[in-house]
């Protein structure tokens, strides 16, 4: 699942702040708001732990470049570090909060874990520390990773993707580059037992459903879908009390009884999957559903000018999701990072070491 980071909030006790003291942790909350205590620092370390030895997490002996984050996305240079690596986080500001303000989160949470020594925070990506680095994840201030980048890389280099190969978007890595120089780049399994993050998509969908103002029990849900998260969406939409109806594009047929809502789940393209022509349908036959973008891009002008209710209220970036894994909670964040790191272990350290489940969660591009 793709991800981003999350702004940054108060936070509770126990969570890291901007001292990185006992007040400490960034947040999953809209500014001026309280942080889940979900995001305890705390909890955080206990997940991440679990999350290491889930996963055989071993990166002794290895560099690992990746970014600093907020909210839950904080936990991914601290879980490198907790798994024996040395590890450089970018931590120039972002739109969700300033450099002063990730180098504080991190390292308050790297302190909490015991690992603060293990981690140095850079501006950005400058050669000598890519050239040094073993693993290189896509995490969002690492990306994109250009021709240029690569060329800084060392021909032993690896760069796992932080989410499923199908979901491999070419802006984010330059993999002609990779493969001209020999670095391999693979996808992350996610529903291999040791991650498990898509057994988490559907509640994803139901917390989108709930803040668009569907209460998802007794009502009727069209999911439109055309990739493996399906099962997994419908499946807990049902269990969650909906009556589903699911498919791979919308029909007529599938607004009779009106739904009420529409959500979205189809696996972006280079153009929009939901159309002019189906905001025109929807309009039509289906008067006031919502259509709730989960996954894939929406024509949003059409939606406005044939009045059709959308969610969430600001169009999500081409080709990312509408509901972030770190909606719901820290879990599938510290899962699917934990697993990604292994994809970058697994190919560091050669895949013909490995044992058939190890290797069952590496998707090699």
């Known amino acids: 699942m793709t991800a981003t980071g999350l702004p940054r909030a108060a ?9 990185g003291a006992a007040a400490p942790a960034g947040a999953a909350a809209p500014a001026g708001a309280a942080a889940a205590p979900g995001l305890d620092g705390r909890r955080l370390v206990r997940l ?56 504080a989160g991190t390292t308050g949470l790297a302190r909490l874990a015991g690992v603060a020594a293990r981690i140095e925070l850079a ?18 201030q690492v990306r994109p990773i250009d021709a240029r980048m690569v060329g800084w890389m060392k021909p032993s280099a690896v760069i796992p993707l932080m989410y499923e190969s199908w979901e491999y978007r070419g802006t984010d ?27 988490f998509l559907g509640a994803m969908a139901v917390k989108e459903l709930h803040d668009a103002g569907v209460a998802v029990c007794h009502s009727r849900v069209v999911v439109l879908c055309d990739n493996s998260f399906a099962p997994f969406i419908t499946g807990y ?32 393209r280079e153009q929009v999957v939901c159309t002019a022509a189906d905001a025109a349908l929807l309009a039509q036959a289906a008067p006031g559903t919502i259509l709730v973008q989960y996954w894939g891009d929406a024509d949003r002008d059409a939606l406005t000018a044939e009045g059709v209710p959308a969610w969430p209220p600001a169009a999500p970036r081409a ?4 509901v972030l894994p770190s909606a719901i909670g ?15 272990e697994l190919l560091a350290r050669g895949l013909d070491a490995a044992g058939p489940g190890a290797r069952a969660l590496v998707q090699l591009l």
């Open 173 to 199: 890595v330059d993999l002609d580059a990779c493969r001209a120089r020999g670095i391999p780049v693979a996808g992350t399994s996610e529903t291999h037992p040791a991650v498990d993050v898509f057994s």
């Open 237 to 268: 939409l049902e269990r969650a009390g909906a009556e589903v109806v699911s498919a791979a594009r919308l029909e007529q047929a599938l607004l009779t009884p009106q739904p009420d809502a529409v959500l979205l789940a189809l696996r972006p």
């Open 11 to 19: 936070a509770p006790p126990g969570a890291l702040g901007p001292a």
């Open 123 to 140: 501006g950005a990506a400058a050669p000598a520390l890519v050239g040094a680095a073993d693993i290189i994840t896509n995490s969002g």
């Open 330 to 344: 820290p879990e599938p964040v510290v899962r699917l990072q934990a697993g990604g790191l292994k994809v970058g």
């Open 48 to 103: 991440m732990r679990a999350a290491v030895d889930r996963c055989e997490l071993d990166l002794s002996g290895l560099t690992v470049l990746t970014e600093a984050a907020t909210g839950a996305y904080a936990v991914t240079p601290v879980l490198a570090a907790l798994a024996g690596a040395e590890v450089v986080a970018l931590a120039a500001a972002t739109s969700y909060a300033s450099a002063a303000e990730l180098a």
């Open 319 to 322: 080709g990312h999701m509408g």
